[in-house]
């Protein structure tokens, strides 16, 4: 076994006995020596070990004093894993999501439904004026489609971010794209035909089952552990398998996925496209969460172990700098000419105002510091909105436990009817998103997403309180 299996054991050891309760709040876990000697690891394996625990968020640093449990580790269980179906289903969340939209996005409704922070968390004075200047100087932009790629510095800075990560993007192999979506759509197109069946993690971010649907492709929902993410067992069983049911892609969310938050440990990530790579299987990483890490360092994505160009990673500004500017990108690994041609198709180029706008604040150095507060903020709110729920849901309500990112997963209890409560929650002016948007099937049905990126006011304290209250009648 590689020292990076072991460490990831011996953390998996730790974690499990700090969320079981065996280890309380307070308590000081042993110091690396310690450690070392009790499990019979090397010292690396041992500092590996609890790094990794303290970048769950399960542990605290004392300088001089070591790693001490954190009194947010032991509360509430944590979500109970859904083995989902093992066959390859046709989704159907479209016209779900049509019905749900005017309530998700009423705007005088508490808006915990969409997945985005509010406004002032945003440097949107900032980009709105590299934008005006922008115009200024070049208003002939707005008489130009432009590169059909995007403008080149925007795209030399995102890859040069990227290579700070180990991924070595070429340039054609990276094109600037409406948002994500735009990304998402344009991969999925050009590596799989109406009828393949993408392999995605359970449960999935509704926008992939959107346009799985909207393809006419199948979705095969893999066993997905809340913490850890896409079990490498499971999809090694079906790349292996001959049956209908064999994935022709895998589509996922590696770092702080949405909904669950879960994040894939490096060690699987790098099986997990090893394993593709073997099967002959592309993969298309949504990266958009990647870069809001609550400890230590941003999570790789599983494009920095592509050896082959065999992993489309797409992402955009939306989680971080700007929704409204439908920013994004797609690096298009071994599908590039497909890529393009799609994008012509699609959409032509990519509106440019808005990218100098954003090249232009890349280039100020303004984007690590703006994303080091969102960090922070969105840690301190995922944090207060966890405490909140713990008190006021009812007795066996689950939550994740998400290490990045600002939207929490919540299992109520059994039999309870998340359509209902989001009905009934939209009653009293609260958006929330059901757990069927989330699904194959009719795994989570008793759950809801909640987006903690809002200002924690006493508006938002309360409509906590009144989910509670609304759910515990359910
Ligand atoms: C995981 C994930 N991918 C993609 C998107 C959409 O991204 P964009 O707005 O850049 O198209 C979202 C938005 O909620 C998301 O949560």
Redesign the pocket.
């Known amino acids: 076994m590689g020292t990076e299996a072991r460490y990831e054991r011996l953390a998996a050891s730790l974690a499990a006995d700090i969320r079981s309760g065996k280890r309380v709040a307070g308590e000081r876990l042993p110091s690396v020596r310690e450690l070392a000697r009790l499990r019979h690891v090397s010292i690396n394996t041992a500092i590996a070990a609890l790094r990794r625990v303290e970048q769950l968020g399960l542990t605290q640093v004392r300088p001089q004093a070591g790693y001490f449990v954190c009194a947010s580790a032991t509360r509430a269980p944590e979500i109970a894993q859904v083995r989902p179906s093992r066959q390859a289903r046709s989704v159907a969340v479209n016209q779900l999501i049509a019905t749900l939209s005017n309530a998700v996005d009423a705007p005088e409704n508490v808006p915990l439904g969409t997945?985005v922070p509010e406004a002032s968390w945003f440097p949107f004075k900032t980009l709105a004026a590299n934008a005006a200047r922008s115009l200024r100087a070049q208003p002939e932009n707005l008489a130009l489609y432009g590169e059909l790629a995007g403008v080149p510095k925007l795209r030399n800075q995102i890859r040069s971010r990227y290579r700070d990560l180990g991924c070595h993007i070429d340039q054609e192999e990276l094109l600037i794209t409406n948002?994500?979506?735009e990304g998402l759509n344009l991969a999925l197109r050009a590596v799989a035909k109406p009828g393949a069946v993408i392999a995605v993690e359970s449960p999935a971010?509704f926008?992939f089952l959107q346009i799985i649907e909207g393809l006419g492709m199948k979705a095969l929902a893999l066993d997905t552990d809340p913490n850890t993410g896409l079990s490498v067992q499971g999809l090694e069983t079906v790349l292996a398998s001959r049956s209908s049911s064999r994935p022709d892609c895998l589509l996922l969310?590696s770092s702080f996925s949405?909904p669950s938050g879960a994040t894939i440990p490096e060690a699987s990530k790098a099986t997990i496209v090893r394993l593709c790579a073997d099967y002959e299987v592309p993969i298309i990483e949504?990266d958009?969460?990647g870069e809001l890490h609550f400890h230590g360092s941003r999570p790789l994505p599983l494009k920095s172990f592509d050896r082959r160009g065999q992993v489309i990673l797409c992402s955009?500004f939306?989680k971080t700098l700007a929704?409204g500017s439908r920013i994004?990108w797609v690096a298009a690994g071994a599908w590039a000419d497909a890529i393009r041609l799609g994008k012509l198709m699609l959409s032509q180029a990519t509106a440019t105002p808005m990218q100098h706008a954003i090249s232009q604040y890349l280039q100020e150095h303004r984007f690590d510091r703006h994303l080091s507060k969102l960090r922070a903020t969105s840690a301190e709110h995922i944090q207060r909105f966890s405490e909140a729920i713990d008190r006021h849901f009812p007795v066996g309500t689950r939550i994740s436990r998400p290490i990045g990112g600002y939207v929490l997963w919540v299992q109520l209890p059994k039999g309870s009817d998340a359509e209902l409560l989001h009905e009934r929650a939209n009653h009293n002016k609260i958006s929330i998103l059901p757990g069927t948007l989330f699904s194959t099937g009719n795994e989570y049905r008793n759950c809801i997403r909640i987006n903690c990126a809002r200002t924690w006011t006493n508006q938002v304290a309360t409509a906590i309180k009144q989910l509670g209250q609304l759910a515990a009648e359910l």
């Open positions: 997945a948002g994500c979506l971010y926008g969310a949405n949504d958009i969460f955009s939306s929704p994004g």
